[in-house]
């Protein structure tokens, strides 16, 4: 595997942190269950993958996101995503 240099990855963490996403449809089958979900870019990691939340309780590493993932900036798009249903909250929810 070819990690990208560390001002790369600094770069892309800049310009995807934080930012909300939607898979492109058809880019890629495994992630054709997300298609259509908004997800948030948690951070990029070293190996330059995009680690996204998709509020499913976990948390995914996307390769070459630039070619998978698209912006979303529609802001009722945006209220789409449930940031309580991720697992990584100082104090979650309890589920019964």
């Known amino acids: ?3 990208p240099e560390p ?3 600094e770069q892309l963490k800049r310009t995807w942190t934080d930012q909300y ?3 492109k449809p058809g880019s890629r089958p ?3 269950r997300f298609e259509g979900d908004v997800g948030r870019v948690v951070t990029v990691n070293m190996a330059g993958r995009a680690i996204v939340d998709f509020a499913d309780g976990a948390w995914y590493d996307v ?3 630039a070619d998978v993932l698209e912006t979303v900036t529609d802001a ?3 209220q789409k995503y449930d ?3 991720n697992g990584a909250q100082k104090f979650p929810i309890k589920q019964s």
Do not use: K, Q
Request: charged residues 20%; proline residues 5%.
């Open 76 to 78: 009722t798009e945006i």
């Open 21 to 23: 996403v939607r898979v």
């Open 1 to 3: 595997m070819n990690f």
């Open 83 to 85: 940031a309580t249903m």
């Open 7 to 9: 001002d790369v990855v």
């Open 30 to 32: 495994e992630l054709t």
């Open 63 to 65: 390769p070459n996101f």
